[in-house]
């Protein structure tokens, strides 16, 4: 079994920045891709970022140039920089890990208010 914890949710203002952060621990034989969804009141998860286990990223178009999102295996931690936090990014965000036969397993969400 994996576990994963999330920190670094909270309320910030228009413009600002926030960093969230996501490690695993458990029965972990190796990572592969990791990420993080995020879901708005009244709507679907949606992807947000992903990061191979060769540290490529991939972003969807409204957080491209704002989000980065890296890796660290040796801690088997994987973060999310947000910067230039507009309102409509306000939701729930949620990590996930990529295992063995494409197995994912998943944080328990943090919050991300934008409000100002």
């Known amino acids: 079994q994996v576990q994963l914890v999330e920190s670094g949710g909270g309320l910030v203002q228009p413009g600002e920045s926030l960093r969230l952060s996501c490690a695993a621990s458990g029965n972990i034989f190796r990572i592969g891709a990791m990420g993080w969804y995020r879901q708005a009141p009244g709507k679907e998860r949606d992807l947000v970022a992903t990061i191979t286990d060769g540290s490529r990223p991939n972003y969807i178009d409204s957080v491209k140039g704002r989000f980065t999102i890296s890796r660290d295996n040796a801690k088997n931690t994987v973060y999310l920089q947000m910067s230039s936090l507009k309102p409509e990014d306000t939701a729930i965000y949620y990590c996930?890990?990529?295992?063995?036969?494409?197995?994912?397993?998943w944080g328990q969400g943090t919050q991300v208010t934008v409000s100002s």
């Open positions: 996930y890990v990529q295992v063995a036969f494409g197995r994912r397993y």
